[in-house]
């Protein structure tokens, strides 16, 4: 199981590491962390000392072993009573197992998030909703790992594409990595009729967490596939679906994919099926889902990325960070060769380049290019410091 840790983009050139001050950063950062977290001073000295390529990555284990421990400790009621509270929002889950011991690969378990439908109803249909979720692990089977459903923490109709959700999905993700061996690689999300909403709307904006999606008789209302570049997307719908126009716009979407893959061969993976004959309800026929997101591992690290902000946004996605404020429909795309990295943005204030030794050698220069215009070219320092932020 591997961190990844960033390093910021400075825009000065910096001197080689001195290997004797940088292990010495190493040695300051371990006796700081022997301390408890609520007694740690704020880093000294060692934080800001360049670090070699071995001793960043001595650092980043540390970081993370660290990190690790603070949620086996502090998490570990969470998924005993299989509730989260986070931010005043409350997120019950549901919980079952695929595989056996011998069947889960010495990376970790997968996780699978199934998310149900319902929406603008009273508490009991929704709740009436999530129990079959659950309950739908039986026809949904995987090869191996953990199929949760969770319970909407409200009962509206964008119940899974609010505000709320991107954070407590975050944080039941960061939990079964730490405590349940899952493989972060390795985490899916799906959902059927309103669930299926959230699978349309989460997949483009929560993409850099995710292997692959699948959605399952819902409606996409104003999202984009674009943001879809490097998620495996599965899309399935009745042709006799007519609620809310889901087969006329699944329909739209199995287009636009196709075309979106065309014009970008090496991303827009995906599956669209419009299933012949049913309805709302596909007789589980859209089971297929799962054997075909599986086959799928997240690439945490894609050449090419396409970062389109959704209403809710985000200030992070893979390697980028947006700068300023971001606002629903701003687009950054940005590509690596080499040392090479290409931004172009439209609507955005901005995007900094967040990089580690397995993007790019930090030993050589890296070039930075905005809209073909050359804006950076030099080493970049690694800290402990930009690491711990």
Known sequence: MKLLIFLALTFTAVAAPDPAASAKAVSDLS?????????????????????????????????????????????????????????????????????????????????????????????????????????????????????????????????WHQE????????????????????????????????????????????????????????????????????????QVGELDAGVNRNKVGTEWVAKLADLKKQDPAGYEHLAEIHKGKGHWMDT???????????????????????????VTHPTFYWLAATGKPKAGDEVIAEKKGQIFSITATGAEGASVMLNDELANLDEPVIVTLADKQIFKGTVKRTIGTMLK
Request: aromatic residues 10%; neutral net charge; glycine residues 8%.
């Open 31 to 159: 006796e700081w962390l022997k301390s408890p977290r609520e007694q740690r001073s704020a880093p000294g000295g060692f934080a800001e000392v360049a670090l070699t390529k071995d001793d960043a990555a001595k650092s980043a284990a540390a970081l993370w072993e660290d990190r690790l421990a603070f949620l086996r400790a502090t998490r570990a009621d969470e998924m005993r009573d299989k509730v989260i509270t986070l931010d005043g929002k409350t997120m019950k889950f549901g919980v079952a197992y695929f595989g056996t011991k011998e069947s889960v690969a010495p990376t970790g378990r997968s996780l699978f998030i199934s998310m149900h439908g319902g929406g603008e109803a009273p508490a009991k249909v929704n709740e009436s909703q999530w129990r079959n979720q659950i309950a739908l692990a039986r026809a949904y089977v995987a090869k191996e790992g953990i199929y949760i459903a969770p319970r909407a923490p409200t009962d509206k109709w964008n119940m």
């Open 164 to 235: 709320h959700i991107d954070p407590l999905f975050d944080r039941l993700i960061e939990n079964c990595v730490a405590l349940e061996n899952v493989n972060p690689d390795r985490v899916y999300i799906l959902g059927y009729s309103a669930g299926g909403d959230g699978v349309y709307q989460l997949a483009p904006r929560f993409s850099d967490r995710l292997a692959a999606a699948a959605m399952m008789a819902g409606h996409p209302n104003e999202t984009s596939p674009r943001g879809l570049r490097n998620v495996p997307f599965a899309l």
């Open 285 to 311: 026929d859209d089971r297929k889902a799962i054997p075909w997101m599986e086959k799928y591992t997240r690439n945490p690290l894609p050449e090419r990325i396409v970062w389109v902000q959704d209403d």
